[in-house]
């Protein structure tokens, strides 16, 4: 009989590569995590030549492959055309774990690694294999990724190996929705869109666009004013809207007209939640109210030119932190993708709402602040928290 899940075309499982050492455990680790013993293990170093598949059901993810890799190690004439296999295989990957023996933990191969997995910028974790109830002595926070000790032939310490790539996967490559979880079929919906200055001609933003059809998608009747036209929307209903979603800038006048029971939030907030770890962007804007004088803040921008949010960044930005803190800081605004080299000294960072990059790649900047103890947030929720009306929201 064939199963339901072997059933998921390979294309649409989520592709897991695990690669590491000749010998560190991965087809142990591959078996120990599917219960199986599919993945060919021996003691013998070098037994698994080219990739193989396994496809599983990794709960509560859903239909994944795991990819069993040769070792990143092999140093003989086939062994690197082997390790150029797995180099393009990773490539291929939507995450990857690296298993570690600790009983082969040569810093600069473990390095080398961890840096050919980045290079392929997927999300990874990094299981340091046969502890044997001790511990490997590897700094567990030194990887840039997720990092576990665990004894894979031990089925018990699979578990917690299996709850970190289940945490990273969902992370990294589920998209929280839109509005799905907020609203349903039939309820009314009130936006706000002010065709202000800084609108765009002739057009709505992507933000109000996506959300605009999220909202359609979810059988929800949208009703789209100006700012001028709140009143007149709210009057032209015969029952409060079930959701007013608003432009962050203009918070606090919508705040003050729409009805205290009405459920009220900002098109950032919810691009904020699809796009990032919303509830660390929350944390982050908290931050704000430790700011001391001197203090440097970084504001940044994923597009180098973005004439929609320049003014936001470089003016209206810098000039709501100054009032609202009421003290002398240090404001710097970073365009494009790359950050400065040293950034050590930033006591906050504020980004851009990432409209034009991908979920993955804004939780890969919120881990790189976060490995570097720098409190992040973003427009929009620093906004909403500087407006006082973060507890107002919903999202
Ligand atoms: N003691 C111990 N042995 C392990 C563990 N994981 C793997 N091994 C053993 O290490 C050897 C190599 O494992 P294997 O999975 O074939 O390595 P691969 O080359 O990375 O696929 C085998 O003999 C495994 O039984 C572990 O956590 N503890
Ligand atoms: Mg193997």
Redesign the pocket.
């Known amino acids: 009989m064939i199963s339901e899940l072997n059933q998921t075309p390979k294309a649409m499982r989520l592709h897991i590569g ?1 690669f ?13 995590i599917s219960g199986q013993d599919i ?5 013998v ?4 030549t080219d990739p193989v598949f396994k496809p599983m059901e990794l709960l509560p993810l859903g239909p994944v492959v795991f990819i ?1 890799t040769a ?1 990143l190690d092999d140093t003989s004439e086939l062994g690197e055309l082997r390790i150029k296999k797995t180099i393009s295989q990773l490539e291929a990957c939507d995450a990857a774990v690296l ?1 570690i ?1 600790s009983e082969n933990t040569d810093a600069a191969k473990i390095d080398e690694y961890v840096q050919t997995i980045k290079k392929a910028k997927i999300p990874f974790i990094v299981v340091v ?4 109830g001790k511990t490997s002595g590897l700094d567990l926070n030194s990887f840039e990724a997720p990092a576990i000790e ?5 089925k018990n ?1 699979i578990a917690a190996v299996k709850e970190m790539l289940v945490g990273l996967l969902k992370d990294n490559i589920e998209e929280p929705p839109l509005t799905s979880d907020l609203v349903k079929k039939g309820d009314v919906v009130l936006l706000i869109a002010p065709q202000d200055i800084q609108a765009p001609k002739g057009r709505l933003i992507l933000p109000q666009v996506q959300i605009l059809r999220d909202l359609l998608d979810n059988e929800c009747l949208v009703m789209t004013v100006t700012t001028q036209n709140i009143k007149a929307a709210l009057e032209s209903l015969s029952a409060p809207p079930s959701l007013v979603i608003t432009d962050s800038q203009i918070y606090k006048e919508v705040s003050q007209i729409i009805p205290k029971e009405v459920r009220l939030t900002s098109f950032s907030m919810l691009m904020a939640k699809n796009k990032a770890d919303i509830n660390r962007l929350v944390e982050g804007a908290k931050q704000i109210d430790k700011l001391c004088d001197g203090d440097k803040v970084m504001i940044l921008e994923s597009c180098s030119h973005h004439p929609l949010e320049g003014d936001i960044a470089r003016i209206k930005l810098p000039n709501l932190l100054k009032k609202y803190t009421g003290k002398n800081l240090e404001i710097v605004t970073v365009s494009g993708q790359t950050l400065p080299e040293d950034i050590s000294d930033v006591k906050l960072a504020i980004h851009c709402g990432g409209c034009m990059v991908n979920r993955r790649s804004m939780l890969a900047k919120q881990n790189k602040f976060e490995r570097l103890g720098i409190p992040m947030s973003n427009f929009g929720v620093a906004i909403a928290y500087m407006n006082g009306i973060l507890n107002r929201v919903c999202y």
Request: avoid cysteine.
């Open positions: 695990v590491g050492a000749t010998n560190a455990g991965k087809s142990t680790f591959i078996n120990t993945a060919l293990v021996s003691p170093a070098g037994t698994t069993d070792g298993v023996s294999n046969k502890i044997n665990a004894d894979l032939s031990d310490s």
